[in-house]
């Protein structure tokens, strides 16, 4: 309804979802139309927030690698550690963009 969509990510965690998630738009004027028409609005009842995504901010907290050996496990991965993100929540792998 408000421009072409490209992508959408539903966050999850094991309980299943964590009630956000992430739409891309074809272009900035269509996210931005989408962003006004939708922030306040109810949906199935509920008040949704409609926001710019922004970056995710890094704390001092331990990461928990999903992997027995740690971050090395990673360099067996396609393209090695070069720049992708490991969401041991998710198991799935991020390609930097994601998070700019």
Request: glycine share 12%; net charge positive.
């Amino acid at each position: 309804q408000y421009g072409k969509i490209l992508d959408v990510e539903i966050i999850f965690n094991e309980r299943g979802s964590k009630g956000f998630g992430f739409v891309t738009f074809e272009t900035g004027v269509d996210a931005e139309r989408a962003r006004e028409k939708l922030h306040g609005t109810l949906v199935e009842g509920r008040k949704i927030e409609v926001n710019n995504a922004t970056a995710r901010v890094m704390t001092n907290k331990k990461m928990v690698s999903p992997f027995p050996n740690g971050e090395a496990a990673l360099s067996a991965l396609p393209y090695g550690n070069a720049g992708w993100k490991l969401s041991p929540m998710m198991g799935a792998m991020y390609a930097p963009e994601i998070y700019a």
